[in-house]
């Protein structure tokens, strides 16, 4: 395999695309399947706003293709990047910009209910900012429900065990075949 394959893992905060991006790659890693993984939120994590760059998705694309420069360099061809609208058709441009034209782009939007979103991040937002991100929560699953493409699997996170979910996940991808 030449071309590069990412797996966009998306969805609101509080439906688990951290904890099951991290399982998915725990199941690969234990078929032997070649991949890297990369926490989106983290690539654009700077304050203030860069000049010119407000969204900061300059500075999210610039450090994903250095990212996954380095990766591709040692031979990796799998990415699975988790972030909130990674999903939404809008992102292609930036990954086939980042990881090569012929990029082959897997959706999965991970869903869940106001309810469970709303214990999880309760359980796990212990700062200054858990209304805001629950408000922002509600926001993005309404804007991920309206633009998401068809071609993106949804998968529903409430009540289910990770490595359930991660299995399904996993499956999309083909990479285990």
């Not at 951290?18 to 690969?28: C, D, N, P, Y």
């Not at 990796?76 to 086939?96: A, D």
Request: charged share 20%; proline share 3%.
């Amino acid at each position: 395999m030449n071309h590069a394959e990412v797996l966009l893992i998306g969805g609101r905060a509080g439906v688990g695309k951290t904890t099951v991006g991290w399982e998915v790659s725990a199941q690969l890693r234990a078929a032997a399947v070649s991949h890297a993984i990369v926490e989106g939120d983290f690539m654009g994590q700077v304050h203030p706003a860069p000049e010119g760059d407000p969204d900061r998705s300059q500075i999210v694309e610039t450090n994903l293709t250095a990212v996954w420069a380095n990766y591709r360099q040692l031979g990796y061809r799998r990415l699975i990047y988790t972030n909130t609208l990674s999903v939404l058709p809008s992102t292609t441009g930036m990954f086939e910009r980042a990881m090569g034209a012929d990029v082959r782009i897997v959706r999965v939007l991970l869903t869940a209910n106001h309810r469970t979103v709303a214990e999880r991040l309760v359980s796990r937002e212990i700062g200054s900012e858990l209304e805001e991100t629950l408000m922002s929560s509600t926001y993005r699953a309404g804007l991920l429900a309206e633009q998401v493409s068809p071609d993106t699997l949804r998968i529903a996170t409430d009540q289910r065990r990770v490595t359930e979910i991660a299995r399904d996940v996993v499956a999309a991808t083909g990479w285990c075949r």
